[in-house]
């Protein structure tokens, strides 16, 4: 393994500490997935990114990572209180369609965007609806311990008592009694014996299509829920790593850690990280400021606050230039800024591919390069200083290419090497022509040049058949190839 000097901001202790694994080789992280009732959006690819981050440096690192990402497909209540109609139930009800064929429509969409991101499937992606068992185990366990209780069918969370013994509010920095005097009293509430109690359990009304029977009514359970008992089950009573968007700080993850500590008498998780929020030209995302822009309308262009559209690579790439923790403004103005600094970080690459090498070399510097690559990853994720190291990089390719400065083979390895790592590898972004999953250009293009080649051989055998079906099948995959003079030219449309 290599040395490891990981520090992560831990939003819990309001700190950067160095990542010490509870187990040495392995690391188990879980981050709260999408609620699938909707097209994936831009809310939902920072946190995606930010993890995907820390799930390959961990594993660059040497660990055996197991990330866990949830699905919300049961719960998750309209309006954020705890009454309120599914919002999967209420899409379902709408377009006439059993509740899982909804989850399953929007979370084959949510996959392609990810896959387009780049962004790499988590180990285990465990659906709320499909741990209802073990969530009524849960809620069971708290009343047990006396820190919820049953009213009218329902079960709620003893906020004030569990406040007594613990302290409610930790995480996000909130005592009790702001919040019981911010909270506002909601119709049903009158169940509640406090305004702060949040439900574990709901009774379901009867126009509820998503239930589930337990000891308590036919019902389903409370949001907070599906993550302490999914993250206990697939990585234990405690474990590494919880992260999420800053959103989630309060209610969510402060109810989380309300409700395992009641569960097991312990906090469930080491180091809570929290990824900032995107606005939209200085403004909130969200349904009322018209400024709600999917991830395909991003992709395509389709939104009438974008001037055109951004490649997958560009969105990475361009939240990859902020560190985590800072706020990230999507405007068209930076889109185009960052989809320059990418292309010209693409173009490094490229020229790099085709530099030839000299006998001595004049390039110096490579080895600190890749040091402080190092030192700014584990400066807490610090991806922007990285991205600004492969800039200097660029510099160095460029000047061997005009010949201000010479590489030897070996220098020219080191270079590749670095790009490989710390672009394609890390921050997992990739050169324009690459599918998803494949940096390495050189067998790509020598497989095509090997098309080619042969389409050539057959035209000058005058075998018409395999040269034609060559092009035609080409064309149908993408790739423009053009007869020239000097020979022949392709590229993917
Ligand atoms: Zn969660």
Redesign the pocket.
């Known amino acids: 393994m290599k040395a490891n000097n990981l520090t992560i901001y831990n939003s819990l202790s309001r700190r950067k500490e160095l990542f010490k694994p509870i187990h040495p080789e392995r690391v188990g992280m879980y981050v ?2 999408p609620t699938v009732y909707g097209d994936g959006h831009l809310g939902h690819a920072r946190p995606a990114i930010t993890f995907d981050i820390l799930f390959r440096y961990l594993q660059h690192l040497g660990y055996k990572v197991r990330y866990v990402r ?1 699905i ?1 497909d049961v719960g998750h209540l309209v309006n954020d209180a705890d009454d309120g109609e599914d919002k999967i139930a209420v899409k379902a009800r709408l377009e006439q369609l059993e509740p899982m064929e909804v989850v399953q429509h929007y979370l084959n969409r949510y996959h392609k965007a990810m896959e387009k991101l780049n962004v790499l499937p988590p180990s285990i992606e465990p659906h709320a609806s499909g741990h209802i068992v073990e969530q009524i185990g849960y809620v069971q366990s708290i009343l047990d311990a006396g820190y919820a209780y049953e009213s009218e069918g329902s079960v709620y969370f003893d906020v004030p008592k569990y406040n007594a013994d613990h302290h409610y509010g930790k995480l996000s920095g909130r005592n009790i009694d702001e919040l019981q005097a911010n909270t506002r009293e909601l119709d049903g509430q009158s169940e509640k014996r406090n305004p702060a109690d949040f439900a574990l359990w709901k009774k379901a009304a009867p126009e509820h299509i998503m239930h589930w029977p337990s000891p308590w009514s036919e019902g389903f359970p409370g ?2 829920l ?2 302490s008992c999914m993250g206990e089950k697939y990585l234990g009573e405690t474990f590494d790593i919880h992260g ?1 968007g800053m959103d ?1 700080m309060f209610p ?2 402060e109810c ?1 850690i309300a409700q395992s500590v009641a569960h097991n008498g312990h906090d469930a998780v080491h180091y809570w990280m929290h990824n900032n929020m995107i606005t939209i030209d200085g403004k909130k995302m969200g349904k009322s400021y018209g400024n709600f822009i999917t991830l395909d309308q991003f992709f395509e262009g389709s939104h009438p606050l974008l001037t055109q559209a951004y490649s997958p690579m560009t969105i990475r790439f361009f939240i990859l230039m902020a560190q985590y923790r800072s706020t990230l403004d999507f405007g068209n103005e930076a889109l185009q800024a960052a989809e320059k600094a990418y292309k010209r970080m693409a173009d490094g690459w490229r020229r790099l591919l085709d530099l030839k090498p000299s006998e001595t070399g004049t390039v110096t510097g490579l080895d600190e390069l890749e040091a402080k690559m190092y030192e700014a990853m584990d400066d807490d994720l610090n991806t922007p200083v990285v991205i600004g190291h492969l800039f200097d990089l660029c510099r160095i390719v460029n000047q061997v290419n005009d010949g201000t400065a010479k590489a030897t083979a070996a220098d020219l390895d080191k270079m590749k090497q670095l790009f490989q790592t710390f672009l394609f590898d890390i921050l997992g972004v990739l050169p324009p022509e690459a599918a998803a999953g494949s940096a390495n250009l050189r067998p790509y293009e020598e497989a095509v040049d090997l098309l080619l080649q042969i389409r050539a051989e057959s035209k000058a055998k005058k075998d018409w058949a395999t040269s034609d079906l060559i092009r035609d099948r080409m064309a149908a995959m993408g790739f423009d190839v053009k007869d020239t003079k000097d020979g022949v030219e392709w590229k993917l449309r």
């Open positions: 709260c997935g949830n919300t949001w907070h599906e993550c999420g989630l969510h993850h989380e």
